[in-house]
């Protein structure tokens, strides 16, 4: 078993068909927050994903190493945002 990282982080994305948004935040709520606004403004959908911060194997630029828990969200008929986790497992 891989113990999870120490640091991680929350890359957050809503994209709406004019423009487009997307963040890094150190707290899920935060990320919550910001991606929840685009959604209210007219985005159609939100992404949320857990990460950390890692080193490129060929050129030790930084980037981010997804985890696998990721959310996905968007306005309900009741005006409400819904989370949705999403399995990221790989197909047997």
Do not use: F, N
């Not at 919550?32 to 685009?38: D, I, N, Y």
């Not at 209210?40 to 980037?63: H, M, N, Y």
């Amino acid at each position: 078993m891989t113990a999870p990282p120490a640091v991680v982080h929350y890359l957050w994305q809503a994209d709406s068909p004019t423009q487009g948004a997307r963040g890094v935040c150190g707290e899920q709520w935060r990320a919550r927050s910001r991606a929840e606004g685009c959604l209210l403004e007219g985005a159609p959908e939100a992404v949320i994903e857990v990460a950390a911060p890692g080193l490129g194997a060929s050129s030790l630029a930084g980037c981010w190493c997804r985890t696998g828990e990721k959310w996905r969200a968007s306005v309900g008929p009741g005006g409400g945002v819904e989370w949705i986790p999403v399995d990221t497992a790989p197909a047997a």
